[in-house]
C-alpha cells in the first residue's frame, strides 16, 4: 500500500529492535545522514567529466573505470549511473538483442588461445579484407593486416607475423586458434603451417559465428566506431592509415568491458593486476573518506524533536 522497499523495511525493524523509537528517528528526521552519501564536489567531478570533451564518447561503466585511473573520482558505476540520470546526461542506445551463446572460449592466459577471421572493408573501387589475429585472454590484437585478396597465403602471412610479434616463432607449441571454415583456413598450405608450429585448429560449427564471438565483436566495433564513419576510403592505403591508428587506440586505450574495464594491452602483459588493486584501494579509501565527511556533518545537525 505504502510502495515501501522491503530492504529499507527490514532495516528500520532491525534499528527499532536495537534501538527503539530513536534509533528511527536519528535516521529517518535528521537530514544529512546517509554516512555513505556522494559528497558535493565528487558529484560536481562527475558532472564536470560527463560534460567535458575528454570522456564525451564514454558510457557510465566506463567513465566510471575512466575517472578512477585518472585520479579524478572514486566511485562505482551505478553512482555514475545515478548523477548522469538526475541530470538527464544518459545516452539512450538501441541495442540488438543479444545471444545467449556469446562464443566465450576459456582462456586463463594471455596466447593460449587465439581468434583469426576476415571481413570485407570498403575502399574506392576495390575490394580489400582485414585479416586480425586476436588473443583470446585479453582480447588484444596480436595482429592485423589489410590485404587486397583473401587467399590461404594472406592468412598464412597473417598469423606468421602474429607468431613473431608474440615471440612465438620459436615456440614448439603455439597458441589454440579459432576460425570459421573458410577455404583460406582449411587450405593444406595454411594447415602446414599450424602443424609447423604445433598449433591446434579449432574450427566452429558450420552457420554458427557466436562461436567465434570475440573476434566478430572486435570486427563489428572497428567497423562502427571507424569504418563506417567514413563513406569509403578512396584507397588502401588510406584505409590501412586508419584502421592502424584504431588498433594502436583500442589496444592501448580503450577500456574493455570485457576484462574488466583495462585496456587490451594491459590484460595481456599483465599489468592489469596492479591496476585493479589500485582501483580497488582508492575505492576503499574514497569509501571511508565519504564516511568520515558525512558522519562529521551528521555530528553538526542538530537533531529535529519528535
Same mark, same amino acid.
Not at 214 to 222: A, D, G, L, P
Not at 299 to 304: E, L, Q
Given at each position: 500500500?505504502?510502495?515501501?522497499?522491503?530492504?529499507?523495511?527490514? #532495516?528500520? #525493524?532491525?534499528?527499532?529492535?536495537?534501538?527503539? &523509537?530513536?534509533?528511527?528517528?536519528?535516521?529517518?528526521?535528521?537530514?544529512?545522514?546517509?554516512?555513505?552519501?556522494?559528497?558535493?564536489?565528487?558529484?560536481?567531478?562527475?558532472?564536470?567529466?560527463? =560534460?567535458?570533451?575528454?570522456?564525451?564518447?564514454?558510457?557510465?561503466?566506463?567513465?566510471?573505470?575512466?575517472?578512477?585511473?585518472?585520479?579524478?573520482?572514486?566511485?562505482?558505476?551505478?553512482?555514475?549511473? =545515478?548523477? &548522469?540520470?538526475?541530470?538527464?546526461?544518459?545516452?539512450?542506445?538501441?541495442?540488438?538483442?543479444?545471444?545467449?551463446?556469446?562464443?566465450?572460449?576459456?582462456?586463463?592466459?594471455?596466447?593460449?588461445?587465439?581468434?583469426? +577471421? %576476415?571481413?570485407? %572493408?570498403?575502399?574506392?573501387?576495390?575490394?580489400?579484407?582485414?585479416?586480425?589475429?586476436?588473443?583470446?585472454?585479453?582480447?588484444?590484437?596480436?595482429?592485423?593486416?589489410?590485404?587486397?585478396?583473401?587467399?590461404?597465403?594472406?592468412?598464412?602471412?597473417?598469423?606468421?607475423?602474429?607468431?613473431?610479434?608474440?615471440?612465438?616463432?620459436?615456440?614448439?607449441?603455439?597458441?589454440?586458434?579459432?576460425?570459421?571454415?573458410?577455404?583460406?583456413?582449411?587450405?593444406?598450405?595454411?594447415?602446414?603451417?599450424?602443424?609447423?608450429?604445433?598449433?591446434?585448429? =579449432?574450427?566452429?560449427?558450420?552457420?554458427?559465428?557466436?562461436?567465434?564471438?570475440?573476434?566478430?565483436?572486435?570486427?563489428?566495433?572497428?567497423?562502427?566506431?571507424?569504418?563506417?564513419?567514413?563513406? !569509403?576510403? +578512396?584507397?588502401?592505403?588510406?584505409?590501412? @592509415?586508419?584502421?592502424?591508428?584504431?588498433?594502436?587506440?583500442?589496444?592501448?586505450?580503450?577500456?574493455?568491458?570485457?576484462?574488466?574495464?583495462?585496456?587490451?594491452?594491459?590484460?595481456?602483459?599483465?599489468?592489469? !593486476?596492479? %591496476?585493479?588493486?589500485?582501483?580497488? #584501494?582508492?575505492?576503499?579509501?574514497?569509501?571511508? @573518506?565519504?564516511?568520515?565527511?558525512?558522519?562529521?556533518?551528521?555530528? !553538526?545537525?542538530?537533531?529535529?524533536?519528535?
Amino acid at each position: 500500500m505504502i510502495q515501501l522497499n522491503p530492504d529499507r523495511y527490514y #532495516r528500520w #525493524r532491525k534499528r527499532y529492535a536495537n534501538e527503539g &523509537l530513536q534509533g528511527l528517528e536519528d535516521r529517518t528526521s535528521t537530514p544529512g545522514t546517509v554516512v555513505h552519501k556522494l559528497l558535493p564536489e565528487e558529484r560536481e567531478a562527475i558532472l564536470e567529466a560527463a =560534460r567535458s570533451g575528454k570522456y564525451a564518447d564514454l558510457r557510465h561503466r566506463k567513465l566510471a573505470y575512466a575517472l578512477q585511473d585518472d585520479g579524478v573520482v572514486f566511485v562505482s558505476p551505478s553512482t555514475v549511473y =545515478r548523477v &548522469l540520470k538526475a541530470e538527464d546526461l544518459i545516452h539512450q542506445w538501441e541495442l540488438p538483442n543479444a545471444d545467449k551463446n556469446d562464443g566465450k572460449v576459456p582462456a586463463d592466459r594471455p596466447n593460449e588461445i587465439w581468434h583469426t +577471421d %576476415i571481413t570485407y %572493408i570498403p575502399t574506392g573501387a576495390s575490394h580489400t579484407y582485414l585479416i586480425s589475429v586476436l588473443d583470446g585472454y585479453s582480447r588484444y590484437i596480436v595482429h592485423h593486416e589489410l590485404c587486397p585478396s583473401m587467399t590461404a597465403w594472406d592468412v598464412e602471412r597473417v598469423v606468421a607475423q602474429a607468431l613473431q610479434n608474440a615471440g612465438l616463432e620459436e615456440a614448439t607449441i603455439g597458441p589454440i586458434l579459432v576460425s570459421d571454415n573458410g577455404v583460406q583456413l582449411t587450405a593444406k598450405r595454411f594447415q602446414a603451417l599450424l602443424h609447423r608450429y604445433g598449433i591446434e585448429h =579449432r574450427r566452429i560449427a558450420v552457420g554458427h559465428p557466436e562461436s567465434n564471438g570475440k573476434i566478430e565483436v572486435f570486427h563489428k566495433t572497428i567497423k562502427y566506431e571507424r569504418i563506417y564513419v567514413h563513406d !569509403r576510403y +578512396d584507397n588502401i592505403h588510406e584505409a590501412q @592509415r586508419d584502421i592502424d591508428q584504431f588498433v594502436e587506440y583500442y589496444n592501448t586505450k580503450r577500456l574493455h568491458q570485457g576484462i574488466d574495464f583495462v585496456t587490451p594491452k594491459q590484460r595481456y602483459t599483465g599489468e592489469d !593486476r596492479a %591496476i585493479l588493486e589500485e582501483r580497488k #584501494r582508492n575505492h576503499q579509501a574514497a569509501v571511508a @573518506r565519504r564516511k568520515q565527511r558525512n558522519s562529521q556533518r551528521v555530528a !553538526r545537525t542538530p537533531a529535529i524533536a519528535a
